[in-house]
């Protein structure tokens, strides 16, 4: 069972992150961050690679995706807040 991050695991791994763009969820337990591409193709093909790293890791984000941006919440919901799949995860879709 994956658990919630303790304090000193937020700190290793979510400070980098937040240098990084994204943002603690104001509202619960999740980051977020907001992509902008060039075009709706850019977008969709980010989404395509971020969806086989999701479902590889059995771990899906929300997100939403209007034209060129895409605005993505991880948090892992079995957990009840951020664990490191949602950490590893947001490494993985700033890689692209």
Known sequence: M????SD??????LEPLFENGW???ETRDAITKT???KDF???FG??????LWAEKWNHHPEWSNVYN???VTLTTHDAGGLSSLDAKLARKMDSF
């Open 46 to 51: 980010w989404m395509t690679q971020a969806a």
């Open 8 to 13: 000193t695991a937020r700190e290793q791994l």
């Open 2 to 5: 994956i658990e919630v991050l």
């Open 35 to 37: 992509y902008k591409f």
């Open 41 to 43: 193709t850019e977008a």
């Open 23 to 25: 943002a603690q969820d």
């Open 69 to 71: 941006r895409v605005t």
